[in-house]
C-alpha cells in the first residue's frame, strides 16, 4: 500500500505553534505516560481564535495555554471552542478556556452529555452493581477489584475543569466558516459517541482527532456504561466512509504527526483489526474467558490498568463476531461469559501468521 507521507520535520514546542497552512496554526501540549503529547489546533478567523481541542485539564496544560495568550496567539482573543470529543486529554481545560474568554463550547450532543455523566461519576472506587458484574463476567477476580479500588483515584472529573453548563451542538454534515473557508463536521464513532472531525476541502485538510492516527490505533471498547455495545463495528462503519475523501488529505492527528495518505492508513487499520478478530477467533475453539484471551492482542503483562483497557478493547472484538455470528457466548453460574466459535467455514479462513500482538494497549 506504499508509505504515509508526513511533510513537516518537526512539531512545535509547549508554548509555541506552527503554521501549517494559512490561518491553521498546529500546537502541541504535553500528556504523561509513554504517548507523552496530543496535537491541538488554532483556527484564525478576523476577530479572533477558534481552538479545536484543549489537553488536559493540569496545571502544566494551563501554564501552556498562558505562555501562548502572551506569544504566538496573543492580540486576538479566543471566540469559540470546538472538542472534538469527551476524554479528558482533549477537553480538559475547555472549562477553563470558556471561563477565561467567555468562549462559548461547541461538540455534538453525544459527547457533551457523555462527559457530563462521566464527571458526576466516583471511578472504581465506588464501582457499582453493574460494573461490578461487568468485569466479573469478563473473567476478572475479587482480587483484581482490590486492585482497581487501588490503582484508579479521582476518577475523570479531576482530570478535568469543570465543564461548562451549556454547549452549541455540533451535527454530522453541518459547515463552519473560520477565517473565510468552510470547515465540515464529519461525526465518527466507536473510539467515543459521537466524535467530530473538521474537514476542509479547500485546504485539503482534515483535524481528525483521535479518529484516525498515523502509528498506533484508538481503543475501541466496551465500557460497563453499555455493557453491550458493538463499538467496533462502529468505528469501521466510520473508516468506510471516510474512505470517501482524498488519499491526498493532509490529516492532522491528536497523536503523532500530520501526514498524507488516508485512504493507505485507513485501510491498514481496518485490516488490523479484521485479523485481531480472526485470530480470537482461532483461539476461542473451546469456551474462553475474555481475560484469558489477552495475550492474543498483547503481548507483554499488562498491570491494573492496563488490563482494564485491554478487556474493554477484547471485548469490543469478541462483540462484533458474536454480531457477524462467527461466536457465541453462555453465560455461566459464576457471572463469567465463555465464548467459542462457531463459524463451520473457519477451517477454510484460518492463518498461518498473524500479525504480532501490540505491546500493550494505549491509553486513546
Same mark, same amino acid.
Given at each position: 500500500m506504499g508509505e504515509l507521507a508526513y511533510p513537516f520535520d518537526s512539531a512545535p514546542l509547549p508554548g509555541a505553534t506552527m503554521e501549517i497552512a494559512p490561518g491553521v496554526?498546529?500546537?502541541?501540549?504535553?500528556?504523561? &505516560?509513554?504517548?507523552?503529547h496530543i496535537n491541538l489546533y488554532a483556527l484564525e478567523d478576523a #476577530? !479572533?481564535? @477558534?481552538? /479545536? +481541542?484543549? &489537553?488536559? !485539564?493540569? *496545571?502544566? @496544560?494551563?501554564?501552556?495555554?498562558?505562555?501562548?495568550?502572551?506569544?504566538?496567539? #496573543? &492580540?486576538?482573543? %479566543?471566540?469559540?471552542?470546538? %472538542? @472534538?470529543h469527551m476524554h479528558p486529554d482533549h477537553i480538559g481545560q475547555a472549562g477553563y478556556l470558556s471561563e477565561r474568554f467567555r468562549a462559548p463550547l461547541h461538540m455534538t450532543r453525544g459527547e457533551y452529555f457523555q462527559a457530563r455523566a462521566f464527571s458526576a461519576g466516583g471511578g472504581f472506587s465506588k464501582m457499582s452493581w453493574e460494573s461490578t458484574a461487568f468485569y466479573r463476567g469478563a473473567g476478572l477476580r475479587e482480587d483484581d477489584f482490590a486492585a482497581l479500588r487501588r490503582s484508579f483515584s479521582g476518577g475523570y472529573a479531576s482530570a478535568i475543569t469543570p465543564l461548562p453548563m451549556g454547549y452549541h451542538r455540533m451535527e454530522h454534515g453541518d459547515v463552519l466558516t473560520i477565517g473565510g473557508r468552510d470547515w465540515q463536521i464529519l461525526v465518527g464513532s466507536g473510539h467515543s459517541p459521537e466524535h467530530a472531525c473538521l474537514y476542509c476541502r479547500g485546504l485539503g485538510i482534515l483535524? #481528525? &482527532?483521535?479518529?484516525?492516527?498515523? %502509528?498506533?490505533?484508538?481503543? %475501541?471498547? /466496551?465500557?460497563?456504561?453499555?455493557? *453491550? #455495545?458493538?463499538?467496533?463495528?462502529?468505528?469501521?462503519?466510520?473508516? +468506510?466512509?471516510?474512505?470517501?475523501?482524498? +488519499? *491526498?488529505t493532509l490529516v492532522l492527528p491528536a497523536h503523532g504527526e500530520p501526514f498524507r495518505g488516508l485512504r493507505k492508513r485507513l485501510r491498514a487499520l481496518i485490516a488490523h483489526h479484521e485479523d485481531r478478530m480472526l485470530a480470537l477467533e482461532e483461539h476461542c475453539t473451546e469456551p474462553t474467558v475474555a481475560r484469558e484471551m489477552l495475550p492474543v492482542l498483547f503481548r507483554r503483562q499488562l498491570d491494573t490498568r492496563q488490563m482494564v483497557m485491554a478487556l474493554g478493547e477484547c471485548i469490543a472484538h469478541l462483540h462484533l463476531l458474536l454480531h457477524r455470528d462467527r461466536i457465541e457466548r453462555v453465560l455461566g453460574e459464576d457471572g463469567v461469559w465463555r465464548f467459542r466459535s462457531i463459524d463451520p467455514d473457519l477451517a477454510r479462513r484460518l492463518r498461518a501468521e498473524h500479525e504480532a500482538p501490540d505491546d500493550g494497549p494505549m491509553m486513546v
Amino acid at each position: 500500500m506504499g508509505e504515509l507521507a508526513y511533510p513537516f520535520d518537526s512539531a512545535p514546542l509547549p508554548g509555541a505553534t506552527m503554521e501549517i497552512a494559512p490561518g491553521v496554526l498546529w500546537l502541541r501540549m504535553p500528556m504523561p &505516560g509513554s504517548l507523552d503529547h496530543i496535537n491541538l489546533y488554532a483556527l484564525e478567523d478576523a #476577530a !479572533g481564535w @477558534t481552538l /479545536v +481541542d484543549m &489537553g488536559l !485539564g493540569d *496545571e502544566i @496544560t494551563q501554564r501552556h495555554w498562558d505562555e501562548l495568550f502572551s506569544g504566538d496567539l #496573543a &492580540g486576538r482573543p %479566543v471566540q469559540r471552542l470546538l %472538542v @472534538t470529543h469527551m476524554h479528558p486529554d482533549h477537553i480538559g481545560q475547555a472549562g477553563y478556556l470558556s471561563e477565561r474568554f467567555r468562549a462559548p463550547l461547541h461538540m455534538t450532543r453525544g459527547e457533551y452529555f457523555q462527559a457530563r455523566a462521566f464527571s458526576a461519576g466516583g471511578g472504581f472506587s465506588k464501582m457499582s452493581w453493574e460494573s461490578t458484574a461487568f468485569y466479573r463476567g469478563a473473567g476478572l477476580r475479587e482480587d483484581d477489584f482490590a486492585a482497581l479500588r487501588r490503582s484508579f483515584s479521582g476518577g475523570y472529573a479531576s482530570a478535568i475543569t469543570p465543564l461548562p453548563m451549556g454547549y452549541h451542538r455540533m451535527e454530522h454534515g453541518d459547515v463552519l466558516t473560520i477565517g473565510g473557508r468552510d470547515w465540515q463536521i464529519l461525526v465518527g464513532s466507536g473510539h467515543s459517541p459521537e466524535h467530530a472531525c473538521l474537514y476542509c476541502r479547500g485546504l485539503g485538510i482534515l483535524i #481528525a &482527532g483521535d479518529q484516525v492516527l498515523p %502509528v498506533i490505533t484508538s481503543n %475501541v471498547s /466496551v465500557h460497563p456504561t453499555e455493557p *453491550e #455495545a458493538n463499538p467496533l463495528k462502529d468505528w469501521l462503519d466510520s473508516h +468506510d466512509r471516510f474512505l470517501s475523501l482524498p +488519499d *491526498e488529505t493532509l490529516v492532522l492527528p491528536a497523536h503523532g504527526e500530520p501526514f498524507r495518505g488516508l485512504r493507505k492508513r485507513l485501510r491498514a487499520l481496518i485490516a488490523h483489526h479484521e485479523d485481531r478478530m480472526l485470530a480470537l477467533e482461532e483461539h476461542c475453539t473451546e469456551p474462553t474467558v475474555a481475560r484469558e484471551m489477552l495475550p492474543v492482542l498483547f503481548r507483554r503483562q499488562l498491570d491494573t490498568r492496563q488490563m482494564v483497557m485491554a478487556l474493554g478493547e477484547c471485548i469490543a472484538h469478541l462483540h462484533l463476531l458474536l454480531h457477524r455470528d462467527r461466536i457465541e457466548r453462555v453465560l455461566g453460574e459464576d457471572g463469567v461469559w465463555r465464548f467459542r466459535s462457531i463459524d463451520p467455514d473457519l477451517a477454510r479462513r484460518l492463518r498461518a501468521e498473524h500479525e504480532a500482538p501490540d505491546d500493550g494497549p494505549m491509553m486513546v
